[in-house]
């Protein structure tokens, strides 16, 4: 079965400190992945995405992220955490091969930026 | 607001009863996407509709939870018959549809609390 592994349940950072966030996933065929952020009080939002190409990806808000297909993983990243990103982040992954279009989240990572 | 709204935002209940909650996509989205998180984990699909058809169902969705999608456009979730393990956030998302990994747009969730 697909899933989904988010090994950071909570990080506590200060502003400007470099952060990534990690994710692995395990499925057989060809995928497409996300990160999510939920802002306290807030829905769940698209912050980046892949479907295919170049394996670094830019998101909104200074994230990005990279592919690495033989580690099966898509890990989080931004060089400079501002207190406006305490959130929770969840990487998530759907696989087309398979015609699901569902998405199977991990976790979650919960981030608490210190001003 | 063009975005998913749900309703209610907020529901408690007394275990036995029946609640239903409703989910409105954005209005070109094909696909619509049902999912629960409980606490300190991530969401978990339930089902999905692609316009009114209901292609694929979680064995999470027991017999006491049946979802519907009349005319492809919003869709209810009906729990019957409510335990205190149903207790959760009930998120739902919706998708344009157009290929195999297109982004899901999430709506606020409906919380609900069986006493």
């Known amino acids: 079965a697909q899933s989904v592994s988010q090994h950071n349940h909570h990080v506590i950072l200060s502003e400007a400190a470099s952060l990534e966030l990690g994710c692995n996933y395990s499925?057989?065929?060809?995928?497409?992945l996300f990160w999510y952020v939920q802002y306290p009080g807030q829905h769940l939002q698209l912050l980046l995405k892949?479907?295919?190409?170049?394996?670094l990806v830019k998101g909104i808000k200074g994230f990005e992220a990279e592919f690495i297909k033989s580690k099966f993983s898509f890990n989080l990243r931004k060089p400079s955490v501002q207190w406006s990103d305490t959130a929770e982040y969840f990487c998530?992954?759907?696989?087309?091969?398979?015609?699901?279009?569902?998405?199977?989240f991990g976790t979650g990572t919960r981030l608490k930026v210190l001003a | 607001d063009t975005g998913v709204s749900q309703n209610p935002r907020h529901k408690i209940t007394k275990r036995g009863q029946n609640v239903t909650f409703r989910c409105d996509p954005i209005s070109e989205h094909n696909r619509l996407y049902w999912y629960r998180q409980t606490l300190g984990q991530g969401p978990e699909f339930l089902t999905y509709f692609q316009n009114e058809a209901q292609l694929e169902k979680s064995r999470l969705l027991s017999d006491r939870f049946s979802a519907e999608r009349p005319k492809g456009s919003f869709s209810t979730l009906e729990i019957q018959r409510t335990e205190q393990g149903d207790s959760a956030m009930y998120l739902c998302?919706?998708?344009?549809?157009?290929?195999?990994?297109?982004?899901?747009?999430f709506g606020p969730g409906t919380r609900l609390t069986v006493l």
């Open positions: 499925y057989g065929g060809t995928v497409n």
């Open positions: 998530a992954v759907n696989g087309p091969t398979s015609g699901t279009y569902k998405y199977i």
């Open positions: 998302a919706s998708s344009l549809g157009l290929g195999d990994g297109d982004e899901q747009f």
């Open positions: 892949y479907f295919s190409g170049d394996p």
